[in-house]
Nanobody, 121 residues
């Protein structure tokens, strides 16, 4: 089992910045792609940004140029730097990781518990 823990959410005014962190823990696993998703009240969960093990990145159009996803030197950590935040960025942000266990038999697709980001106008 791979567990993901997010941190760094909070309340910020429009135009401000926040940095989210995600740490994966468990035994004998390798993460491939990691990503950030968000879900606003009454809306479906959507992909915000994604990063592969080769550090290739992709972003939702709504956050391009404002958000930056990165992976830490410890391979199982990931960050989302969010600048110029807008009220429409308000949502619960979830960390996701996909990879495989070193037993050669099992893959995983794990989610964190979510962290609230609220942007006031």
């Amino acid at each position: 089992q791979v567990q993901l823990v997010e941190s760094g959410g909070g309340l910020v005014q429009a135009g401000g910045s926040l940095r989210l962190s995600c740490a994966a823990s468990g035994s004998a696993f390798t993460t491939n792609a990691m990503g950030w998703f968000r879900q606003a009240p009454g809306k479906q969960r959507e992909l915000v940004a994604r990063i592969t093990s080769g550090r290739s990145t992709s972003y939702a159009d709504s956050v391009k140029g404002r958000f930056t996803i990165s992976r830490g030197s410890a391979k199982n950590t990931m960050y989302l730097q969010m600048n110029n935040l807008k009220p429409e960025d308000t949502a619960v942000y979830y960390c996701n990781a996909q990879g495989y266990f070193h037993d050669g038999l099992h893959d995983f697709d794990s989610w964190g518990q979510g962290t609230q980001v609220t942007v006031s106008s």
